[in-house]
């Protein structure tokens, strides 16, 4: 259930359902990947209805924090990162899905 699944592969699946050249829809993945890093790097939103919404959410600043590896007290500045809600389309397929037992 829980396969990983590379840029490849979705060129590999788009190409086997349609008559577009490999390179071509590699090219329009790898400009949609673009244009949604650059609108996310503007501060930008990015919805896809049905899909879900991309965004650049600010993470509180702390005075205090410690870094896991050496223990070492650290603070750390407010930032952006990186946030993605899907949408209810999205999560009613989820929540279809059956959990698969580990061997």
């Not at 949609?32 to 991309?54: S, V, Y």
């Not at 650049?56 to 407010?78: D, F």
């Amino acid at each position: 259930m829980s396969e990983k699944v590379t840029k490849n592969d979705l060129v590999e699946s788009i190409y086997e359902s349609s008559d577009i050249d490999r390179k071509v829809i590699a090219n329009v993945i790898d400009e949609l990947l673009c244009q949604l890093k650059g609108q996310m790097e503007k501060g930008n939103t990015i919805e896809l209805r049905g899909f879900g919404t991309f965004e650049a959410r600010l993470r509180k600043g702390r005075k205090v924090a410690r870094n896991p590896r050496t223990g070492e007290t650290l603070t750390v500045a407010p930032h952006y990162v990186a946030a993605f809600r899907a949408g209810q389309e999205l999560k009613n397929n989820l929540l279809k899905l059956t959990p698969q037992k580990k061997d």
